[in-house]
């Protein structure tokens, strides 16, 4: 008996299970091996003989069609989809206003800057980088430079008052 047949089943099963993983596994990696299966399945079909070559090739690309219907249709629904997916559209998102963190404020940053991170300057959560070394989270910062939306900072130690 021929190994073909076991050969296509396995790839096609293989594929279908390795784009289905790719929804958990994001990065490209597991859908593109997965898309290579499938591919690997449509050549191992064509060496079938006539007329289970063509059924064989119909048969990777019906299924691949569907899981990808059933994904488009179902998997934004599920409660992995509904983590992985904004509730909003976009419209109602607003970038910080232009030139309300000028040069020389002070503030906390928020998390450590390794070197970007978010700090807390004139009350806005704002992404900065730091200028050169990591800051640790709850350091005091101030502001070298504002350009357009890159605001850098520095480590900042308040001066001791002189009692």
């Known amino acids: 008996m021929s190994q073909e047949p076991i050969l296509y089943a396995v790839l096609l099963l293989a594929g279908l299970f390795l784009l289905g993983a790719e929804i958990y596994l994001p990065g490209g990696i597991v859908g593109f091996l997965g898309a290579l299966a499938l591919l690997g399945a449509a050549v191992v079909a064509t060496q079938f003989p006539a007329p289970w070559n063509i059924l064989g090739v119909l048969l ?24 992985l997916t904004l509730e909003a559209d976009g419209s109602a998102f607003k970038a910080a206003e232009s030139g309300a963190i000028q040069v020389g404020a002070e503030g906390k940053a928020l998390t450590a800057l390794r070197p970007a991170g978010l700090a807390l300057l004139n009350g806005q959560r704002v992404d900065v980088v730091a200028e050169s070394s990591w800051i640790q989270a709850g ?25």
């Open 139 to 163: 350091a005091r910062v101030k502001v070298l430079e504002v350009a357009g939306n890159r605001i850098v900072v520095r480590q900042f130690v308040p001066p001791k008052d002189a009692a």
């Open 60 to 83: 990777v690309l019906l299924l691949s069609a569907l899981c990808i219907w059933l994904w488009i249709r179902f998997f934004p629904r599920s409660k992995v989809g509904r983590k």
